[in-house]
């Protein structure tokens, strides 16, 4: 394979560190047995796993118990399941106008039974405004919902003052961490968090089909409506779901390969350390701007500020389509990166570029400076040349 | 010696229980619930009877959920 430059960590990482590999290898060798359903040595063995699993997450977001987390596929059954469960007809949720599909899309689909919806919208450079969200808080708002970082121009939501203004109003706090968690500090207690929903395979470089959602103590167990219903290894007695946590969100056989594979990542993030990491992808995303600021005919989008942003960044080229863009640069220079609307209609009209899209990097802890460098010397033929 | 058995809503609190009697160097075994004592696929922790009451207590203050504690007649250890 020709030498590629991976510019698509937004959308998941890669590549993924050796041991999250072999993790996933020496759990199909010589686990493989489903967690939580027999008793035998195996299945206990990879209900430790799972159980470990659990641990890093509460470990790495600041969260005490780590029976309240609920694994899933990924970010977005996460985020269902935390508003499908807990949303009711005659509820007022938040939200603001950068948010992924994700959350837009259940939130419409609440719309329609009756929960109100109202998106504050934010600056061109996708802040949100923490008083807007005072301001749109009503007597029947049950929640706020807030995508940290986004996954179009990296903007990075000020989560602990959004909080502090739910926590006060007795609103719930929840967070869509997709773009953020791995690479940015977050702490639940801290910043007030009541709800996380996390994705597994991108910046905690899981593999695909791993993510899920962090309950915090503020949401009474009872009251979450499972999305799913089904086999859970608990309470088999009887044919209604469990109402307790984590079993009331995860019916079905889990993901436990790639749980094992998400449980190596996160030992991985934890020892280089979130800090690091932070660190690094700021460097890179600050080299990225400072480059593409200096070619004529590149309009850069977002914060344009790379402490305010996580290390994912959208631009265009003058007289350029972003597909061609993306197409060039994929088949001139081996650089991988996304173009288009990156299933977030409303963050590219806040930000001006809807129905065009945008060309997007996503920077990962594994790039380096070099292949920024090489990066923007493609941009700037493609720029010069057209 | 008499053995018991706890019993947990779930894997994941046997899974936390093991880690506390483990820290403690209590002998203990994760062993399938004996059918007469539910009909749950699941397992239960099986200790020495006399350590069962400690153990209780110490998961209570772990904020371990449980559900019952059981002794084993001679036959099903």
Redesign the interface.
Known sequence: MDKIIYFDNAATSYPKPEGVIQAMALFSHEVGAN??????RL??EA??IV?QA?ERVTQLFGHA???RVIFGLNATEGINQGLQGLLRPGDHVITSSMEHNSVMRPLRALEKEGVAVTVVVCSPEGFLDPQDVRRAIKKKTKMVVLNHGSNVVGTLQPLAEVGEICRRQGVLFFVDAAQTAGSVHINMEGEKIDLLAFTGHKALFGPPGTGGLVVGERVEEKEIIPVKKGG??????LEEQ?D?L??LGESGTPNTVGIAGLLAGINFVLKEGVERIRSHELGLTELLLQGLADIPGVTIYGPKNARRQVSTLSFNIQGMAPSEVGWRLDEEFGILCRVGLHCSPSSHRTIGTFPEGTVRFGLGYLNTESEVRQALQAVRQLARKG | MSQGVILFPSIHFALRAEKIVQGKGIPYKLIPVPRHLSSDCGVCLRLAWEEAERVISLLSREGVKTEGVYLLSPKER
């Open positions: 967690p939580g359903r027999s008793g035998h299945s206990i209900g430790r159980y659990r118990d780590s029976s859970t290894g608990s309470r088999s007695e469990p307790f984590p079993d």
